[in-house]
């Protein structure tokens, strides 16, 4: 076996000595991952010079994250999210799609999958008094309507609760759907408003929140993920206007152009979509942009 290390540890020479480490990697895109991790990481040790027992806190901070990980809750996107990490990855990835309706976070509550739906059906299967409809559309960055696309959606109910997080109290896919565009592009569904709601603080990322004197909220909203063949997948949302926190979202993921088109049903809603008149109203409209050539961006 041969050794990288080339001599005693020296706090100068150490970067250099494990990034040559990596010099055979293979994979060109993973060494400059890689290398790139390490000097960063490096110098943010150097900068914050950690105590021993301090490094052994961060150690068993992100062992309790993944812990905290299970089929239902994804304590590391939680903490990528209140880092604004996912956001900042979906802004740079936002660059590539110009022309696109702006993406935003997945969020920790995508982790099942959502029943397929005929499009007019309700998401709601506990049966509140009051539905809001939603109608939409998928189209390219051309403008053209994009048949068949797949809408998944999913969202919390009236209190501000995922199904997941109250499977006593919410069937398993409740709030949730895959509903696929007709000829035109359009799709239509009925649904609850959603709350606006803590995000979940019973693990080690609300531990962080609670040490550094953050709240914990987000602003009421609608998940979406929209994809068509030959085109880049997007994930958005659509934000309640009114809604509080609009201005302090704990996962940073609110963009203007997100807040929502809402209105009220009119008579003509209230006969193609079975909804009362006078029945909220959410407009969405979501632009998807071309697949990379050669990509693997379409489904």
Known sequence: M??????????????????????GTPNVRTKAIVTAL???????VREIEPSLPEWETAI?????????????????????????????????NDQQAPGATDSTVLGPFHMTESPARQLGDTIDEVGAPQHLLVTGTVRSTQGEPLPHATVDVWQCNEEGFYDVQQPD????????????TDQQGRFWFRTVTPSHYPIPTDGPVGELLHATGRHPYRPAHIHFIAAAPQHRPLTTHIFMPGSPYLDSDAVFAVKHSLVGDMGTADAEHAAQFGVEIGSPLATVDLVLAPAAPGGTDAP
């Not at 001599?7 to 250099?16: H, K, R």
């Not at 993944?66 to 956001?87: I, N, T, W, Y």
């Open 38 to 44: 390490v000097r960063h990481l490096h110098n943010f």
């Open 169 to 180: 109290l919410q069937p398993a896919g409740n709030g949730r759907g895959l509903f696929t």
């Open 60 to 92: 068993e901070f992100l062992t309790a994250v993944g812990k905290k990980c299970d089929p239902v809750r994804q304590e590391f996107v939680l903490l990528s999210d209140v880092l604004g990490v996912s956001m900042l990855v979906e802004t740079i």
């Open 2 to 23: 041969t050794s990288t290390h080339t001599g005693d540890v020296d706090i100068a020479t150490l970067t250099d000595e494990v990034i040559r480490s990596f010099d």
